[in-house]
């Protein structure tokens, strides 16, 4: 049920933000009057500096980035807070004045920092704005997690959904989640799905189900999930919606003629196994790929239960140890065709793909974790079957919709399920009034309520059932649980101390995961990794495997971060990693076998992200190392300030050439060619020590001495005059700017949360948590706990929120 509440909620009530920002006010002197002060720390000092030092090149008629500062006063930036905020992050990272431009001297940069922030933390605590955001819908990874946690399904969405609109690296922004009937029918067809794998279907038609192999995975070693003895193949988890007889079809890759690849291999055989427990076992005829046979291998029919069952379709191992082949194509992938057609005769075949086709002929539908979950009342007679309907539907939409049911939604519901009961059975009204549930705005849709708009303007707290939304999907990235449901329908939540506990409850659980895997993947930029494929005859130990196990790497690093409640900072500096076999093979680490990560020290130079392979990968091109690109990461990811876009008709790297009078060129050499352009050097002289400082690491992050036969040189000097000559340098020149990474972090962890961008109005509430994280070690739940508890976290302003009205 939607309730609106009705308070009036004053300064006071922004909770630990408004406290921080007091505290962070009195640890600094207090702002200084609009009054003329001929103190030579004042604003009329101050902005003389701004004149001196800066308004050179941001004039009206010069407005270097677009910026003109000609009239700017310090005295008067609160009221241009949009400009003074970007003057601070500028100055905070020392990326201002430029390189080679005039600074000046002492600490008068640093007190024109400190006045500028304080004058606006000052204002912000006396006017507080949370900001707002448009309602939300549940995107991809939301849908799929909420799905699972409610109907104990996990189907795969992206079968249905259309990709996600990124904003600043995330997908969960509300602005920009648009909405249309291509996305509505996805949602219908995702639901309809969703139902018949929950419920099961006993009159379920025959479907087919593929399953691809990337081209470039390893085909070598046993995959996650297959049998023991098998290599290579595909092991995934399908729900079947009935019981019944299904055939699995695989199709081998071929080589250009058409011909199994690796087809004179003798011996092989393919094993189809359920659940570990082999199913069927298929002699490969190395001639085929011919018009008759062709490349496609088929199961007899097999009984499955209904339900999620691990199928697993994989050769079966028929060595150990090395491989004796010394032309054998990137660790046995097809990655580079040109040797896999060249030289098939040496490798062994491959899977192309697995599909599941059925049920052929069904014989009912089992227990399911599904149907369990589903129906936890049985009518006897047909007097019980509406009762025990209702009290069903009821349980799942409040699940589902994050907030107990009134009996007019129910209601509503219900008329769906009298409808499926008059086509079929009782399970079949059961299905429809789930499906009914799957596509309401009240599931699909993170709707807030606040009270009436008799405060408009002032910021206003969300309802109990809200913040426990905003809290589990931050956390979880699902809908909340029972227990926080309950404590927030009691109105219980706001109470002191509990959405702390609560908070900490979730961070402990295991689910809390999604911050490794939602959070840092797309503040990483981790998905990028899956758009770079390296070169396959300069690096041809590189395959989709290793792509996989790198992203992972980091992945749990970051969840070792938080799990642990280590300092953010570790981020950075830690002395540790987590490899498996094939990561560890990469990086040169001894002593590590199978397919687990394990936690491993690490040299100094692969210490923290900056010596991640995912992060070397995702900032490289197919056959060279990348400087501008890995440079632009760690300005837009470590420092929040990316650099502007190039000028247009600058000639790309490739254009300027590999080679001059026919020497070959390292790319710093190339790079410097680049910079010979007067349009490229300015933003290059900021941009590639960064980079240059990583050159020893080639594209797919492995360490090295030499770029095309020459001694690499990872040389240079940062925008801010640090000597930088390799990772350990680069990491130490970070860390003198560590309050601009940790405002970074806070900042995009706040996006995450929040589900908005950023704006100049929430910089105030940003630098209080980053300075109370700071008293407390940088720990990462204080970065977490500072977010939850903030203005902008828990309120919004009443001018924007949308009010509900009580339904019952």
């Known amino acids: 049920m939607w309730v609106s509440g009705i308070a009036v909620i004053g300064f006071l009530s922004l909770g630990v933000s408004a406290g921080a920002l007091e505290q962070a006010a009195r640890t600094r002197a207090a702002a200084p009057t609009a009054a003329p002060d001929p103190n030579a720390n004042g604003p009329v000092a101050q902005t003389a500096v701004v004149k001196q030092y800066c308004s050179g090149c941001h004039s009206e008629r010069g407005k270097a980035g677009g910026l003109s500062l000609a009239a700017f006063d310090v005295a008067e930036a609160v009221d241009h ?147 023991f003895g098998t290599r290579g193949g595909v092991s995934v988890l399908h729900t079947f ?114 599909s599941v086709v059925g049920p052929q002929r069904v014989t009912g539908v089992s227990a399911t974790p599904s149907r369990r979950k589903i129906f936890t009342c049985r009518p006897t007679t047909a007097g019980e079957e509406r009762p025990c309907a209702s009290q069903i539907v009821r349980s799942l939409a409040t699940q589902a919709f994050r907030r107990p049911v009134g009996e007019r939604d129910l209601q509503g519901l219900m008329r769906f399920y009298d409808e499926g009961r008059k086509e079929s059975d009782f399970e079949h009204g059961v299905a429809a009034a789930i499906e009914a549930t799957l596509v309401s705005p009240q599931f699909l849709f993170r709707l807030e309520t606040a009270e009436p708009r008799r405060t408009a303007g002032k910021a206003v707290r969300v309802a109990d059932l809200d913040l426990a939304s905003r809290l589990s999907f931050f956390l979880w990235g699902t809908a909340p649980d029972a227990e926080l449901m309950t404590i927030a329908s009691q109105g219980r939540l706001s109470a002191p101390g509990m959405l702390d506990k609560q908070a900490k409850r979730l961070l402990a659980d295991a689910r809390s995961e999604t911050l490794a895997t939602r959070f840092a993947s797309q503040w990483l930029r981790l998905n990028d990794v899956d758009h770079i494929l390296p070169d396959a005859i300069l690096y041809p130990y590189f395959d989709r495997t290793l792509g996989d196990s790198l992203i992972r790497e980091t992945q749990l690093f970051f969840e070792s971060i938080v799990r642990e409640d280590r300092s953010v900072l570790d981020l950075l500096t830690a002395d540790y990693t987590y490899v498996n076999e094939r990561a560890a093979k990469h990086y040169g680490i001894p002593n ?29 091109v197919a056959d060279r190392t990348s400087p501008v690109m890995r440079g632009k990461w760690i300005m837009e990811v470590m420092l929040g300030s990316p650099p502007p876009p190039p000028p247009p008709d ?79 340098s680069l990491r130490a020149a970070l860390l003198s700017h560590q309050d601009v990474f940790l405002e970074t972090f806070t900042e995009n962890l706040m996006m995450y949360a929040l589900g908005r961008r950023i704006e100049y109005y929430d910089m105030p509430t940003i630098r209080a948590i980053t300075r109370a994280a700071g008293r407390n070690d940088n720990h990462v739940s204080a970065f977490i706990l500072g977010i939850v508890n903030s203005g902008a976290f828990q309120m919004t302003r009443s001018d924007v929120t949308e009010t509900v009205a009580q339904r019952d």
């Open 241 to 354: 919606p009935a019981d019944g007889e299904y055939v699995f079809r695989m199709e081998l890759h071929g080589n250009a003629c058409g011909f199994l690849f690796g087809g004179p291999a003798s011996g092989e055989q393919l094993e189809l196994s359920i659940n570990g427990a082999r199913k069927a076992l298929i002699d490969i005829d190395p001639r085929m790929g011919d018009v008759t046979t062709g490349l496609s291998l088929k199961s007899p029919p097999i009984q499955v239960s209904a339900g999620a069952q691990r199928v697993t379709a994989a050769f079966i191992q028929r060595f150990d140890g090395p491989v004796n082949d010394l032309i054998a194509p990137i660790d046995h992938t097809l990655a580079d065709t040109q040797i896999g057609v060249a030289y098939g005769i040496t490798t062994l075949p491959h899977l192309k793909d697995l």
């Open 592 to 620: 590590v076998t199978g397919t687990a990560f394990r936690r491993v020290e690490v040299p100094e130079y692969r210490r923290g992200l900056l010596g991640h392979g995912s992060m070397l990968l995702l900032t490289s």
């Open 650 to 728: 600058v000639p790309t790297l490739e254009e300027t050439g590999a080679a001059v009078g026919g020497k070959l060129l390292s790319v710093r050499e190339r790079m410097e060619e680049h910079r010979k352009n007067p349009a490229c050097a300015s933003c290059h002289r900021v941009i590639d020590p960064l980079g240059l400082a990583l050159e020893n690491f080639d594209v797919t992050g492995r360490w090295r001495i030499k770029d095309n036969g020459k001694p690499v040189d990872a040389t240079g000097v940062m925008y801010d005059g640090a000597k930088l000559d390799g990772p350990a």
């Open 81 to 227: 807070a949009p400009v003074a905020e970007k003057m601070i992050r500028k100055l905070r990272t020392g990326m201002m004045p430029p390189p080679g431009a005039r600074r000046p001297a002492g600490t008068e940069l640093a007190a024109l920092v400190d006045a500028l922030e304080t004058r606006i933390d000052k204002a912000a605590q006396l006017n507080p704005n949370p900001g707002w955001r448009p309602f939300q819908r549940l995107n991809r990874a939301e849908y799929r997690h909420t799905v699972k946690d409610l109907l104990a399904v996990d189907v795969d969405v992206n079968a249905f959904l259309p990709p996600d609109t990124v904003s600043q690296g995330f997908d969960n922004v509300a602005d920009v989640q648009a909405f249309s009937p291509a996305l509505m029918e996805g949602y219908l067809r995702a639901a309809s799905r969703v139902t018949t794998l929950a419920v099961g279907d006993t009159a379920a038609e025959p479907t087919e189900a593929r399953y691809r192999v990337p081209k470039t995975a390893s085909q070598l070693q046993r995959v996650d999930g297959a049998p």
